[in-house]
């Protein structure tokens, strides 16, 4: 069973960067698109990037294009986020998650810990 | 496509039957799941492609609905089911509703 774990959260200050990690725990990881999501405190879900399994395709919000890019590491089972020009809105804790495909749709079936980001002064 | 759940909140008892619905802005067919979250913690999966339960997860947790409205159910509530439920489409991206927040009272 695949075990997601995150890592790089941590205080930034405003138009800082940071580098959130993302490790999976078996070969298998390679096999599937990786998301990035975020949950403000006290608030809701958020979808923020994906990256296919082979590393020809991204998509990002539109909150975070132009700043965040994502990546990923087939051989060694880790997804990356790199986060610039940070602001006080991206503070959040933020998830990586796979997603699976079937039954004419598609969901997150597993979650990392999270890993939380302070954007402050 | 924007989700919207109701209630915002909710206050039931053991044992309770506790119904929650969502609804999309436009047709999603059946591209919508169910997570649970609990205070501090990772949301969890509980049911995918609007009906279909995750494996693990009780059986007293029920999804239903298509294109745009959808409902979660939970019957014979359990202390263990105290948590926030999320709703989220697949269908355009992903978007999740605002959440409802279940107490036991």
């Known amino acids: 069973e695949l075990q997601l774990v995150e890592s790089g959260g941590g205080l930034v200050h405003p138009g800082g960067s940071l580098r959130l990690s993302c490790a999976g725990s078996e070969y298998t990881f390679v096999s599937y698109w990786m998301h990035w999501l975020r949950q403000a405190p006290g608030k809701g879900l958020v979808w923020i990037s994906n990256?296919?399994?082979?590393?020809?395709?991204?998509s990002y919000a539109d909150s975070v294009k132009g700043r965040f890019t994502i990546s990923r590491d087939n051989g060694k089972n880790m997804l990356y986020l790199q986060m610039n020009n940070l602001r006080a809105e991206d503070t959040a804790v933020y998830y990586c998650?796979?997603?699976?495909?079937?039954?004419?749709?598609?969901?997150?079936?597993?979650w990392g810990q999270g890993t939380l980001v302070t954007v402050s002064s | 496509i924007q989700m919207t759940q109701s209630p915002s909140s909710l206050s039931a008892s053991v044992g309770d039957r506790v119904t929650i619905t969502c609804r999309a802005s436009?047709?999603?067919?059946?591209?919508l799941n169910w997570y649970q979250q609990k205070q501090g913690k990772a949301p969890k999966l509980l049911i995918y492609a609007a009906f279909t339960l995750q494996s693990g997860v009780p059986s007293r947790f029920s999804g239903s609905g298509s294109g745009t409205d959808f409902t979660l159910t939970i019957s014979n509530l359990q202390p263990e089911d105290s948590a926030t439920y999320y709703c989220q489409q697949s269908y355009d991206t992903w978007t999740f509703g605002q959440g409802t927040k279940v107490d036991i009272k």
């Open positions: 990256i296919n399994s082979d590393v020809t395709g991204t």
């Open positions: 998650a796979r997603v699976r495909y079937g039954s004419g749709s598609n969901w997150f079936d597993t």
């Open positions: 436009q047709s999603i067919r059946k591209y």
